[in-house]
């Protein structure tokens, strides 16, 4: 069983929906939580950080983790044509340097 | 605040040629480094990282290699390519500090022909 597992898509939605992105992990050691979105031939960007289960939220966006399932979130509200990329979960264990990363999955937006 | 570079943004080289990319970051003091790689399908690879000037950790084998000549430089080296090294390199920073967020830079596409 691989590590990070995420929906690779890709996953087409009106302008205005609501879109839901996941991830669920194998290593209950994971502690800490991201989420990064890449456009096409850029770096990924940060997006949402958290370490503890339950809900963040900033602006548009809300991060969900539950640790109890190994199962965490990104919501998008209101979409738009420019989150319109892809989105990476990420996740660390306590004392690690090294990221791991979901495949990420590649949304589209439509106008 | 920070900014990180990484040259050149893209490059072709034939099989066999020697590869050196680098990357600097700015706005901050002895940042750790990373390098990753990624291709296509297959998500972010973390090649290396470094948590200070001549350190180099390796994450996984191959004929890459890394080296961190000053605090805020990090390069990455071969002396020969392969095919298999072509994709998307990603220079990365974070504070010095396990389990911190990562910033990356802009990425370097690589084509070996």
């Known amino acids: 069983q691989k590590e990070v597992e995420q929906?690779?898509?890709?996953l087409s939605v009106p302008e205005g929906a609501i879109v839901s992105l996941n991830c669920t992990y194998s290593n209950s050691a994971f502690q800490y939580f991201m989420w990064y979105r890449q456009y096409s031939r850029k770096g990924p960007e940060l997006l949402m950080y958290t370490y503890s289960s339950g809900n963040k939220e900033d602006g548009r966006f809300t991060a969900q983790v539950d640790k109890s399932s190994k199962?965490?979130?990104?919501?998008i509200r209101d979409s738009q044509p420019s989150d319109s990329a892809t989105y990476l979960c990420a996740i660390v264990g306590a004392g690690?340097?090294?990221?791991?990363?979901?495949?990420?999955?590649?949304?589209?937006?439509?106008? | 605040s920070q900014t990180i570079h990484q040259w050149p943004a893209t490059l072709v080289q034939p099989v066999g040629s020697?590869?050196?990319?680098?990357?600097?970051?700015?706005?901050?003091?002895?940042?750790?480094?990373?390098?990753?790689?990624?291709?296509?399908?297959?998500?972010?690879?973390l090649l290396f990282y470094?948590?200070?000037?001549?350190?180099?950790?390796?994450?996984?084998?191959?004929?890459?290699?890394?080296?961190?000549?000053?605090?805020?430089?990090?390069?990455?080296?071969?002396?020969?390519?392969?095919?298999?090294?072509?994709?998307?390199?990603?220079?990365a920073w974070s504070i010095q500090r396990t389990t911190d967020t990562q910033y990356f830079g802009?990425?370097?596409r690589l084509t070996v022909l």
């Not at chain 1, 690690?96 to 106008?111: A, E, H, M, N």
């Not at chain 2, 590869?19 to 690879?45: H, I, M």
């Not at chain 2, 084998?61 to 390199?89: E, M, T, V």
């Open chain 1, 7 to 10: 929906d690779p898509g890709p």
């Open chain 1, 71 to 75: 199962y965490i979130s990104l919501f």
């Open chain 1, 96 to 111: 690690s340097y090294q990221l791991t990363f979901g495949k990420g999955t590649k949304l589209s937006v439509i106008p």
């Open chain 2, 18 to 45: 020697p590869l050196s990319l680098e990357c600097t970051v700015e706005g901050t003091s002895n940042p750790n480094l990373y390098w990753y790689r990624q291709a296509a399908g297959r998500g972010l690879q």
């Open chain 2, 50 to 91: 470094s948590v200070g000037i001549g350190q180099i950790s390796s994450e996984v084998p191959q004929n890459l290699s890394a080296s961190r000549p000053q605090d805020r430089q990090f390069i990455l080296s071969s002396k020969k390519l392969l095919l298999s090294d072509s994709g998307f390199y990603l220079c």
């Open chain 2, 106 to 108: 802009p990425g370097t």
